[in-house]
């Protein structure tokens, strides 16, 4: 259960934090602080791929270690977290490490209201935000389509699934005005519902092994992709 996406004073209680601490520290830029610190810079002709998300990102070592075996990749995943959360760290959980690639996947928690209403514009402009800092300091971008979710098991009355259909046009319609690749995960693992397919998933809004698979192999294919027109 530590990686559901629950509200804020769930997802504080659940990593152990308190009220107060959420109060001065609301990103929670000291999550991957010692992390950070700890890292060595990358190295001559190293291609260094940081994955920027919410629980999504944060249960992926955890749940397919196998694909972080290649120290290439970095995940900087905060469970619970929205977009405004994430734009507050990006410089020290992507910028500072000097990645050549950052995947963003982010937005499924602002659709559930984690911080508050938003609406899409202002989660859509939160990601491009992320985007541009990216881009203004050499670092290409992957940007990744929101996981599909008929419903947030800790948020029953929210409706997320054409939300979250609308978000990716979105976010796919920036990608490709702004020659960004664009990493749809959620065509090829939504169900008939615009759920996510029951095999990808163990709560409807969170992979499982099988979907952190699937994901894997669609995120190299992207990489691959920029490569070929970096």
């Known amino acids: 259960m530590r990686f559901l996406c629950h509200i804020p004073i769930i997802a504080l209680l659940m990593i152990g934090s308190s009220p107060e601490l959420v109060a001065q520290d609301w990103a929670n830029l ?59 760290r990006f410089r020290q959980d992507v910028i500072d490490l000097k990645p050549d690639v950052v995947v963003i996947l982010a937005g499924t928690n602002d659709i559930a209201g984690n911080t508050g209403p938003m609406s899409l514009d202002e989660i859509h402009g939160y990601i491009v935000s992320m985007c541009e800092l990216a881009l203004a300091n050499h670092i290409h971008v992957v940007l990744s389509s929101v996981l599909p979710a008929y419903e947030y098991p800790w948020k029953k009355e929210i409706q997320p699934a054409e939300k979250i259909v609308e978000l990716n046009k979105m976010l796919q319609g920036y990608a490709e005005a702004n020659g960004i690749t664009y990493l749809d995960y959620f065509a090829p693992m939504a169900d008939s519902k615009n759920g996510l397919k029951q095999k990808y998933t163990y709560d409807g809004v969170h992979p499982n092994k099988t979907g952190y698979i699937k994901m894997s192999k669609l995120l190299k294919h992207a990489l691959k992709e920029l490569s070929k027109g970096s």
Request: glycine share 8%; net charge positive; charged share 20%.
């Open 30 to 88: 000291k999550r991957f602080q010692k992390e950070n610190q700890q890292l060595s810079p990358p190295t001559a002709g190293e291609s260094r791929v940081v994955l920027m998300g919410n629980s999504i990102t944060e249960g992926w070592p955890k749940f397919y270690p196998e694909f972080f075996e290649s120290s290439k990749y970095i995940a900087r995943g905060i469970s619970g977290q929205t977009t405004p959360q994430m734009l507050l």
